[in-house]
């Protein structure tokens, strides 16, 4: 593997911080990756420079945000012919119980929406939910979700993190031998 480019959104810094890892454990086995959240541009390279383009979100409200299928329709004739791997970062990732479903609905939903373009892994990833990162009806959407998930009486703490540090690290790893 030459060179990965990452190219991602995240709305409140979860994802950031996961694709961060990402680009640590690549550049520490040697590989070339460049990242960049789709908000603020594009990756530095024109896409043909890269090998493998990662393409993720976090999830909100059961969505992929608006910019990376953007990305993916603006750019499905090159993406075609390339390997690309999709990633999504939500807190159904950290319910075991709900990871086949987040699997169907938030990767593979996507992935044949681009009949075109032929995912080489899919990535499904805990995210992490910091209450006072929200704005109150976020903070009260998301807080009414979980507590349904809790048993009868307790809170839902400020801050629950779902993420898998070591499945993150496996997943980029496993993508630079791709």
Do not use: H
């Not at 075609?80 to 159904?92: E, H, N, Q, Y």
């Not at 939903?109 to 939910?129: C, D, H, K, R």
């Not at 507590?147 to 993150?168: A, T, Y």
């Amino acid at each position: 593997m030459n060179r990965i480019g990452i190219c991602y959104r995240s709305r409140y810094g979860t994802t950031t911080e996961i694709v961060q890892e990402m680009v640590k454990t690549a550049q520490e086995a040697g590989v070339s990756i460049d990242a960049a959240d789709l908000k603020e541009g594009n990756l530095p390279a024109p896409l043909e420079d890269y090998d493998l383009i990662a393409i993720g979100s976090g999830i909100q409200v059961g969505k992929w945000a608006k910019e990376p299928l953007k990305f993916i329709e603006e750019n499905a004739s090159i993406l075609s012919t390339k390997k690309v791997a999709l990633f999504v970062v939500c807190g159904d990732a950290g319910d075991p119980a709900k990871c086949d479903e987040a699997q169907e609905m938030y990767l593979d939903n996507i992935a044949a929406q681009y009949p075109e373009i032929i995912p080489v892994s899919t990535g499904l990833f805990g995210g992490m939910f910091d209450f006072k990162k929200y704005n109150f009806v976020v903070r009260r959407m998301v807080k009414g979700i979980v507590k349904k998930s809790l048993n009868e009486g307790e809170e839902v703490p400020d801050v629950m993190d779902f993420r898998n540090w070591d499945q993150i690290r496996a997943w980029i790893t496993e993508l630079t031998t791709i």
